[in-house]
């Protein structure tokens, strides 16, 4: 009993501790700019994406795939599954997600040409030409687009919207999530 008592202690130890850093470092980071700490709903937007990129680009080998704030990057390696790309980049500024995110990648996906990178979306330049995808907030996705981040991307953005940016097409959802836009900056 003492023995199954230590086991369970043992197992839930880490869970624990990594729930309490999780917490700890969430309030270090995104003060000004909390974002959503939901993921994207695969279920639904999965075969979506899908369509969009084989609509959107001919030749997803010369590209890179860029998940900004990408979590542990599910959806950059559910489409990571479903094409060739020259590149994948999955940024993330919070420790436990970035390492979390990295494992499963290691776990899961080590046929997929990922580029970890723990730092904040802001800093990273995308080479081109990319695909961009984003579930972040309205304020971010404004800067990114003001310090040009997007410039020469397909970007592809979660229920938030570019402020005074007309999408090339706006997919409804069924879910809470709304709506998915397509921008095309490639030729910007
Ligand atoms: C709404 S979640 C989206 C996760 C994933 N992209 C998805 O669609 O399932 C937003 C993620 O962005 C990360 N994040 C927020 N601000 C960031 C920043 N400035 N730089 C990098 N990552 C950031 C958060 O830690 C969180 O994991």
């Not at 000004?32 to 969009?52: A, C, F």
């Not at 990295?102 to 979306?121: A, C, G, T, V």
């Not at 972040?136 to 402020?163: A, H, N, P, S, W």
Request: charged share 25%; with cysteine; proline share 4%.
């Amino acid at each position: 009993m003492l023995i199954l008592q230590i086991i369970i202690i043992i197992l839930l130890l880490p869970i624990t501790l990594g729930g309490i850093f999780y917490l700890v470092e969430g309030t270090r980071y995104q003060k000004s700019d909390r974002v959503v700490y939901m993921g994207s709903d695969l279920g639904e937007q999965g075969p979506i994406l899908e369509d969009v990129v084989s609509r959107y680009v001919k030749d997803t080998e010369e590209y890179e795939l860029y998940e900004p704030g990408s979590g542990i990057a599910t959806v950059a390696t559910f489409l990571g599954q479903r094409f060739s790309w020259k590149s994948i980049v999955a940024v993330e500024l919070r420790t436990s997600v970035y390492w979390a995110g990295r494992l499963r990648s290691y776990l899961k996906h080590r046929n997929l040409p990922m580029q970890w990178r723990r730092e904040d979306l802001l800093s990273y330049r995308p080479t081109k030409p990319t695909v961009v995808y984003c579930y972040l907030t309205g304020t971010i996705l404004d800067k990114m687009y003001q310090r040009g981040i997007f410039r020469g991307c397909l970007v592809i953005c979660l229920t938030f919207e570019i402020k005074g940016i007309r999408p090339k097409e706006i997919i409804p959802l069924k879910s809470w999530q709304k709506e998915i836009r397509v921008y095309d900056f490639r030729k910007d």
